[in-house]
């Protein structure tokens, strides 16, 4: 239950928990449960990863913020960390997702200022999430989330997803486009993938136009797709690319990578943060990436992943209402054929957390740490609520 001394912007589930550990979370009424979220992919080690506690703990020890205004080597050893996974030059460290875009559509029209361009225009996606701040809402491809709060942000021209020739049609005529804005795999759009062969044209078209590609991994970077950062599948490297949820394992980071004439836009005065990439967050972010190497977490999210989908496509082969079920890695979606809002509740039943985006599609973001009995169990216990979710008779259209 939200209490009313919260701001009216959320619907919580109901349920909270006192600790975690693994993919295992505790309720405040003496519950286990097995969760297949991780806090919308941020909690890629876990809960209460001992390595990373102590990572935390020694640092809070030490100094937990002391400002942008000196050096700081801890943020100094992150950013080289980040680069050398990603192949790419420099980073600004924000403290979320949002703010990582901010970073991303600032370089972006500072760049076109200083080819001349007054109006620049960004290319954004139908069904993008890239967050709620003004200028990443108007970027957001989501009318809800959009609605009440006009006048948007302009300077973006959406086309539909995976449409190469959408792209060009705009190419053609105008002079004003910078940078194309895309997410490989769109979490809070349903779990939709780009096709690789769709990426790679991206890649070439913005090249070849001069435009900067920005990549936003923030949901299905940092080992959530079997690979540091789910680009690289295609075998491309963007121009700039956002970066936060799975970075901090919960303390909230973000960051904005970029490489080439991206990386040289900014010049002291163009941006900047008081908390961003501060001692205690990126000793979090540093140890987390180290961990993830340490424990091969990326092989250990492909192979949960394909054991993920392998299990529901026998347990829910046939069963009618269920559409698809897709991803990559640990970043997984059922759709169904009707609003399934209520399975959130009806998984907490047994003893499972999960979620639903766009209405009809199950999200499964797990932990990266999942072994394979933790992966047979999530469908084994969400298979049966997702039978008789369906087996309900189908109530009008509210
Ligand atoms: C969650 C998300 C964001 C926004 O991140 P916040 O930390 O909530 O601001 C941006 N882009 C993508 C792809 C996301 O999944």
New binding site residues.
């Given amino acids: 239950m939200l209490s009313p001394y919260m701001m009216n912007t959320y619907k919580p589930a109901p349920v909270a928990f006192t600790h975690g550990e693994g993919a295992w979370l505790y309720t405040t009424d003496g519950r286990k449960m097995l969760d297949a979220l991780a806090g919308?992919?941020v909690s890629g080690l876990g809960h209460a990863h001992p390595k990373l506690t102590k990572a935390i703990t020694e640092q809070a020890g030490k100094i937990i913020h002391t400002s942008n205004l000196v050096d700081i080597p801890e943020q100094a050893a992150l950013a080289e960390k980040l680069c050398k996974l990603a192949d790419m030059d420099n980073v600004f460290f924000g403290?979320?997702?949002?703010?990582?875009?901010e970073c991303a559509i600032k370089i972006a029209r500072l760049y076109g200022h200083h080819r001349g361009v007054t109006n620049p225009q960004i290319i954004v996606m139908e069904r993008?999430?890239?967050?709620?701040?003004l200028a990443?809402l108007a970027a957001?491809g989501s009318r809800k989330a959009q609605a009440g709060f006009e006048p948007l942000v302009t300077g973006f021209i959406r086309v539909p997803y995976n449409d190469i020739e959408a792209i060009k049609a705009i190419a053609q005529h105008n002079n004003d486009v910078v940078a194309i804005l895309a997410?490989v795999v769109?979490?809070?759009g349903g779990i939709v993938s780009a096709r690789i062969d769709y990426l790679k044209k991206l890649r070439e078209l913005c090249t070849q136009k001069e435009w900067l590609l920005m990549i936003?991994?923030?949901?299905?970077g940092i080992g959530r797709t079997g690979k540091w950062f789910a680009h690289q599948w295609a075998g491309i490297t963007p121009d700039v690319m956002?970066l936060?949820?799975g970075l901090g394992s919960g303390v909230?980071i973000?960051a904005c990578l970029a490489k080439g004439v991206a990386a040289k836009t900014f010049k002291p005065g163009n941006h900047g943060t008081t908390f961003g990439g501060g001692p205690l967050v990126s000793v979090a972010a540093l140890r987390t990436l180290e961990i993830m190497e340490e424990e091969g977490l990326l092989a250990n999210a492909a192979r949960m992943g394909e054991i993920m989908r392998d299990e529901f496509q026998r347990a829910l082969a046939g069963v009618p209402g269920v559409k698809e079920i897709r991803g990559m890695g640990l970043m997984m979606g059922i759709e169904l054929d009707r609003p399934c809002g209520d399975i959130v509740n009806m998984a907490l039943k047994a003893d499972i957390f999960t979620n639903v985006t766009q209405d009809k599609v199950i999200r499964l973001l797990p932990a990266l740490i999942i072994n394979e009995f933790e992966a047979r169990e999530i469908v084994k216990r969400l298979a049966p609520v997702i039978k008789a979710f369906l087996a309900q008779p189908q109530q009008a259209a509210a």
Avoid at 95 to 101: I, L, M, Q, V
Avoid at 128 to 133: E, F, I, S
Wanted: hydrophobic share 25%; glycine share 12%.
């Fill in positions: 919308i992919a403290n979320s997702g949002a703010e990582a875009n993008a999430w890239h967050g709620r701040t990443t957001t997410e769109q979490g809070e936003d991994e923030v949901q299905s956002p936060a949820k909230p973000g």
